[in-house]
């Protein structure tokens, strides 16, 4: 039976995805070893992380240009060269500056070349169901998050930390670069003029002017401020609690696991509803879950703020792939999610460094999720107030914005 190559496409961006984001959210296993081996504090451990996400933040827009002037293929098998030699070296750090340049600078710059890649990539080769399809390779995060954590806690308890980073950096350079060389451009159909259902197609400078933009884009911001506080600390909560590394890692094990069938469910109601008010459902579910983490009363609780973490945090990433194109279009795709994602990235990134900043200073994660979640209920607000953008036509009578 022949297999159309959009699902070796979906496959590929579902391998980078599971790759890359396990490796990120495996980072709160290796905090407690790295601050009990060096004796740094929590807040100067995760700002590792957020250079991380600082350096992806500022190259994206950059790859994101690129990936629409040479294609997805070789800005990922760079980036995947980048991160995996990252890693290798980050398990050889013997000060912190060393953990900042080499998991910072170097992944970060290494991540920076899948954002916009891998969402060009699967929007040009799906013309339906784009939802569908964001959903099902970005749930590669999902089994990512799901498996990469338990291994590193499991690398460290038998070997040490130092190994866990050698065995993601060989991992990441087999798998990463692997895919990447199957990320074909679509091939130019002759005489095609182009689907009813593309919309209105935006340049990058266009698409900035727009208040749309910046309106989801801020949306962006805050909600991955808000959500990477407990991603990034949630182990060691967890151990803070009373409870085990291992019950630590597993809490990210579940997030990821229920992240998995977010992802396909949120990208399904978003082909069914509109990536708009889907969006806000999908925000408030997150924020309402992180406030219960806060607040659970009993640990067990934790499990089920977790799984709904899980189901939201999933969603996120497709629906906002699927709005961006469904905003903008197809043509400069890959410049407009590049200049997008850096909210993103720098979202994450504060965000990991602010729950170690103010655990520092209070002793405690409590006023730390309690900050998320009023950035997710900003956020909620934003994707509200979002509108599909107007574009300004000049008629004989004057000016006037019509939807795009």
């Given at each position: 039976?022949?297999?159309?190559?959009?699902?070796?496409?979906?496959?590929?961006?579902?391998?980078?995805?599971?790759?890359?984001?396990?490796?990120?959210?495996?980072?709160?296993?290796?905090?407690?070893?790295?601050?009990?081996?060096?004796?740094?504090?929590?807040?100067?451990?995760?700002?590792?992380?957020?250079?991380?996400?600082?350096?992806?933040?500022?190259?994206?827009?950059?790859?994101?240009?690129?990936?629409?002037?040479?294609?997805?293929?070789?800005?990922?098998?760079?980036?995947?060269?980048?991160?995996?030699?990252g890693?290798?070296?980050?398990?050889?750090?013997?000060?912190?500056?060393?953990?900042?340049?080499?998991?910072?600078?170097?992944?970060?710059?290494?991540?920076?070349?899948?954002?916009?890649?891998?969402?060009?990539?699967?929007?040009?080769?799906?013309?339906?169901?784009?939802?569908?399809?964001?959903?099902?390779?970005?749930?590669?995060?999902?089994?990512?998050?799901?498996?990469?954590?338990?291994?590193?806690?499991g690398?460290?308890?038998?070997?040490?930390?130092?190994?866990?980073?050698?065995?993601?950096?060989?991992?990441?350079?087999?798998?990463?670069?692997?895919?990447?060389?199957l990320?074909?451009?679509?091939?130019?159909?002759?005489?095609?003029?182009?689907?009813?259902d593309?919309?209105?197609?935006?340049?990058?400078?266009e698409?900035?002017?727009?208040?749309?933009?910046?309106?989801?884009?801020?949306?962006?911001?805050?909600?991955?401020?808000?959500?990477?506080?407990?991603?990034?600390?949630?182990?060691?909560?967890?151990?803070?609690?009373?409870?085990?590394?291992?019950?630590?890692?597993?809490?990210?094990?579940?997030?990821?696991?229920?992240?998995?069938?977010?992802?396909?469910?949120?990208?399904?109601?978003?082909?069914?509803?509109?990536?708009?008010?889907?969006?806000?459902?999908?925000?408030?579910?997150?924020?309402?879950?992180?406030?219960?983490?806060?607040?659970?009363?009993?640990?067990?609780?934790?499990?089920?703020?977790?799984?709904?973490?899980?189901?939201?945090?999933?969603?996120?990433?497709?629906?906002?792939?699927?709005?961006?194109?469904?905003?903008?279009?197809?043509?400069?795709?890959?410049?407009?999610?590049?200049?997008?994602?850096?909210?993103?990235?720098?979202?994450m990134?504060?965000?990991?460094?602010?729950?170690?900043?103010?655990?520092?200073?209070?002793?405690?994660?409590?006023f730390?999720?309690?900050?998320?979640?009023?950035?997710?209920?900003?956020?909620?607000?934003?994707?509200?107030?979002?509108?599909?953008?107007?574009?300004?036509?000049?008629?004989?009578a004057?000016?006037?914005?019509?939807?795009?």
């Open positions: 039976m022949r297999i159309e190559y959009r699902w070796l496409i979906l496959t590929s961006v579902f391998i980078v995805n599971l790759v890359f984001f396990g490796v990120q959210f495996s980072f709160g296993v290796f905090l407690k070893p790295l601050v009990a081996e060096f004796g740094w504090s929590r807040g100067e451990t995760s700002l590792a992380y957020t250079i991380l996400m600082v350096f992806s933040a500022i190259f994206s827009f950059v790859t994101g240009l690129l990936t629409d002037r040479v294609g997805s293929r070789k800005v990922v098998i760079g980036g995947g060269i980048l991160f995996g030699a890693l290798l070296l980050s398990g050889l750090t013997t000060a912190l500056w060393q953990l900042y340049l080499f998991f910072g600078v170097l992944c970060g710059i290494g991540k920076a070349c899948f954002n916009s890649p891998l969402v060009v990539a699967i929007a040009r080769w799906f013309d339906r169901n784009r939802g569908l399809a964001f959903g099902l390779s970005l749930s590669g995060t999902g089994i990512g998050t799901l498996l990469l954590p338990p291994l590193a806690n690398v460290i308890a038998t070997a040490s930390w130092r190994v866990a980073f050698q065995v993601f950096g060989l991992l990441s350079l087999v798998l990463i670069l692997g895919a990447g060389l990320l074909k451009p679509k091939p130019a159909v002759a005489g095609a003029t182009g689907r009813s593309e919309g209105e197609q935006w340049n990058v400078s698409a900035l002017r727009t208040r749309t933009f910046w309106s989801i884009g801020f949306t962006n911001l805050f909600c991955c401020f808000s959500h990477a506080i407990p991603l990034v600390h949630i182990a060691a909560y967890a151990t803070d609690l009373g409870a085990t590394p291992a019950t630590g890692a597993l809490l990210l094990a579940v997030i990821g696991g229920v992240s998995i069938g977010g992802r396909v469910l949120w990208g399904l109601l978003a082909d069914r509803f509109g990536p708009g008010r889907t969006l806000v459902a999908c925000l408030l579910t997150q924020t309402t879950s992180i406030l219960g983490l806060a607040l659970a009363p009993q640990f067990w609780m934790l499990y089920i703020f977790a799984g709904g973490l899980g189901l939201a945090y999933g969603g996120v990433y497709p629906l906002y792939a699927t709005a961006m194109q469904y905003y903008f279009g197809n043509r400069s795709l890959g410049g407009i999610y590049g200049y997008f994602s850096t909210g993103a990235l720098l979202g990134g504060l965000g990991g460094f602010l729950g170690g900043r103010l655990f520092d200073l209070t002793g405690s994660y409590l730390a999720f309690l900050v998320s979640t009023t950035l997710g209920a900003v956020a909620v607000t934003l994707a509200a107030l979002t509108r599909r953008p107007l574009r300004t036509v000049a008629v004989p004057g000016v006037v914005a019509v939807p795009a």
